[in-house]
Every structure is written in C-alpha cells, then in structure tokens.
C-alpha cells in the first residue's frame, strides 16, 4: 500500500469536507465577493465546475484595486457524449441565459459553458436538471467523462460500446449526496450510511482518473493517453471483450523531469462484461490505495504503475479482480480524426459530422454554427454526438428526415463550411487557455486557427496541401489538447512562446518528443517551412510526417 507520509493540503480538504459538502451553502451565500471559500475551490471540481477569472482583465482590476473578475465553468458528464434535440434545446436556452453564449465542446466528449457568475450556479445546474443532465463527477480527483468511439459507423457494434461508456461511469460515480443538496436543494441525508462508498471512501483518488474505450481500427478517443484504455475486440460480428491498457497520461510540468507523458500499456485481455467492468473497477481501486497523495505532480495513475512495475500491477490487479488476464488480442488503427460530412452506418441511419474548430459552438461573421444546430434540434430529427477530436455529429436521423436536416446545413453554411476546411485544420487540436484557464501560460484555442492559417500557404509551397498532419496545441504543459501525441505539438512556456514537439505517430501509438523550445511564431514558421521542404523531397510513399521526423533523426523515437 501507499506510504504517503506528508499528505497533499488537498487530501486533508477532501477528508474533512462532509462528503464534498464543505462550507459551498455559506460560500455561494457570501455575496461579498465572487469567489468561493479557499477550500471550496477544490471541492467545487468535484460537483463539475472549476472557479475561474478573465485573465485578460486582471491587470485593469488589480490597478483599481478591483476584486478579479470571477466566474465558474461548468462541464456537464455525458457518458460517450450524447445529447437529445429536448436536451440540446435546453442546453442553448441555459448557455444563453447563464453562460458567455458559447457552447464549448471539450476533447473529453461532453460540454462546458464558461462565464457563470457565482449567483447563476444553482440556476445552472437546476436548468440542466430538468433536462436530466448533470455535472457530477466531470472534475475533480474521481473518475471524469468517459469516452467511446464517437460514430455508429465506425462498427455495428457501436451501441453495445456506447452502452459500456453509461456502465462505466455508473459503476465510478461517487455515492455521496451533496451535489443534490447544495444544488438542487435536496434534503440533507438522515442516515449517512446511505452514501457510504467503498470506491473512494473518504480519501477519493489521488488525483483524476480518465477512461476511454476503443473501437478498432478508429482510434478517435486516442486511448492510450488515459489511465485505463479499454479497446473493443470483435470476433465473428460479436463484442467479446477488451484489451486493456492502463497508466495512459500527459500532463507535465516544465522544469520537472520527474513529470512526464506516458502512453498506456497493455496489460492483457478481459472476456465479457462482468469481468470489464470488475477489472475497471479494480485499477481504481490500485490508483486509490497506491497513488501518491503528497505529490499531486506525480500522483496520476502512470506513475503509480511505473514505481509498482507493469507486472507487480497486473499482478495485484489479478489479485483484486480474482481471476487472470487473458493474452492480448491482435487489433490495429489506423484512423484518429472524425469522419466529416455525410455518412450512413449499418441500420441505414444518417449522420453528418460538422467541423467545429477547436469545439466553439456560436455564431460568428463565419458561420452561424449555434443557430443552425438549434434549428435542427427544434425539428426532433436528430440527435447530436460529441467526438474527443472537438466536433459534433448531427446523428441518427431516419433516411426520410435526411433531407430536412441538410437543407437547415446548407442554409445555415455548415456544410460549406465544414467542406472548406482544409485537412490540417480538421485534424487540429487546441485547449481552452487564456483568457479563463488558470495555468496557461500561453495562447491556444483563440491562437492555434491563426497559427494554422500560416501553417497552410507553407504545405501549399512544398506540395503537401492534403497531407492530414495532426497538430495540436496547450497553453501550458498540462496537456488537456493532447499536443504529446500529435505529428507536432506546441506547448505554451510563455505568453507567444511555444515549445514545439515533433514524431508522433498519426495513429496514437507513440509519443512525439520536444525539438525546439520557447519559439515565437515567426520561428515556428521558418522552422516548419524548412522541415516541410526536406519532408517533402525526401519521404517515402505514404510515410507520414511524423514518422519521417524520426526516421530523419529530428527527433528520438
């Protein structure tokens, strides 16, 4: 067991904190400031919401002697990402009524609306309610959103998975009561033992826990990047089981060797559903009893599995689990981004993924995404899907309803504007960062679409222009964009300054590695228009970018 001596300040909070109650009835009460208590800043995670400020006002206010401009983002738990037309109805009246407007689609398969005031909490969370949503769980040190493979087309089989997404993040959810009452005022338990919880008794995890499940050979949830990754084998037509892999993660911290990216490792094969869901909930409970709790840097699940050694885990996960793995099960990928556009899966039903850059749902001089989509969900024809690559599927419409839905596309512009992105663009990744993220250091999802728009005349100029390079980009190293597994990542060190990383695979099976550090973005692009000129003369038929990398020895494998 873990031997954690100096516990993190974080771990006495959750301990004493009532079941994640606190003190959040008497902060959000405090109408003096718009922030919350010290303690309750933490424990808000854990109801799906992080405190946050406009960054980019700090200054003006600090200068008045001004309180910071504070607001709460709230990130809803949606199991595979799946909404309703009622449910996305609602969800725009609320986003409008209580939020900044835009809907933001998260590389996690849900959403978060940003810019709630303190006053608008409860309104928020009672709003999603009646719609029967809710943001329990989406933060904090417990299992977060888990994530499957977001489109039906990808296999017949891809309910029966979807299915496993809801399973999962049952199982994982945390027993106690205190979301009910401190925002849908609930009335508080008589017997606490009803909300006893032997997964995460009163410590919780150590820190978050992410899972994702697979369907070959689509590798859109890029599983390997999670604590447990669980990917779909198929044998004559039927789901029989998972491979699974476990201590996926890419947070980092800059100047810290000790922290680091990992890619998950394989452990071995879990036949049937009781046996997955019995071994999911066993690596849980190994990362409960063994995870770091006095350094929050290295207290995800990877680096628990590196200090036991993968076989002293597996070893202690067959104990838990009281049966031994099976042998892993050959599946390959090979395809990370969505399938945009219009496609049909087996049961004949129609889906048209629509290109969301960087998941920022709302009307713009561009096009008018958000009033498109509202116009859709108001016809009940189709439900809408989330994907981890930031986009959204407008799903499961009968064949007779296709046309009504693709004209209000066309109408609208989605489908040309999904059409006119170019193939980088589509495969472009970026985090939230300034103006609300805490930990930015640098720019990202309101950066990386100019950034990309410089990047493309350089692929026109050397004659790679449908080349789906993946690039992704975080304002700090923490990796919530997943820019350490993309052909190129750029990672923010400072406000305009990027580390830029090169040798990802397309498909989610390596990691790239750093290449240059701190560039400004006229380096990035000079560094890039000569990498793309020795890329293109010298590369094999069908080698990607990022193998390239490697073989040329930019970078190390």
Known sequence: MSTNKNLSPVEKIKTESDALRGTLKQSLHDEITGALRENDQSLIKFHGMYQQDDRDRREERSAKKLEWLYSYMVRLRLPGGFLTPEQWLGLHNI??????????????????????????????LQAFNTIHLDSIAACGDVNRN??????PKQSPIHEEVFQYAGKLSQLALPKTKAYYEVWLNEKPLTDKKEEEDPLYQERYLPRKFKIAIAIPPHNDVDVFTNDLGLIAIVENGKLIGFNMAVGGGLGATHGNASTYPRLGTI???????????????????????????????????KYTVDRMGVEAFKAELEKRCGFALEETKDFKFDHRPDYYGWHQNHEQKWY?????????????????MKTALLEIAKTGKANFRFTCNQNV?????????KKAVEDILEQFGIIAHTNSAGPVRRSAIACVAFNTCPLALA?????????????????????????????RMTGCPNGCGRPYAAEIGFVGTGYGLYNMHLGGDRDGFRLNKKYKDSLDESAILRELDSLFEVYSKKRKEGETFGDFAVREQWVTA
């Open 267 to 301: 452990l071995g094969f879990v036949r049937g559903e009781e046996n997955t869901l019995k071994a999911a909930y066993e690596v849980i409970t190994i990362q409960r009893d063994f995870g770091n709790r006095s350094d929050r840097k290295l207290s995800r699940l």
């Open 443 to 471: 720019e990202a999802q309101r950066y990386l679409p100019t950034l990309i728009s410089k990047i493309e005349p350089l692929m026109d100029k050397h004659k790679i222009s449908d080349d789906e390079i993946s690039v």
């Open 393 to 401: 599927i407008v799903s499961d419409i009968a064949p007779k309803d």
């Open 95 to 124: 986003a409008g009524e209580h939020s900044t407007g835009t809907i933001k689609i998260t590389t996690r398969q849900t959403i978060q609306l940003h810019g709630i005031l303190k006053s608008h909490i409860k309104p928020t």
């Open 146 to 151: 888990v994530v499957c493979g977001a489109h």
């Open 352 to 368: 048209y993924t629509v290109f969301s850059e960087n998941g920022r749902i709302l009307d713009d001089e561009k096009v008018a």
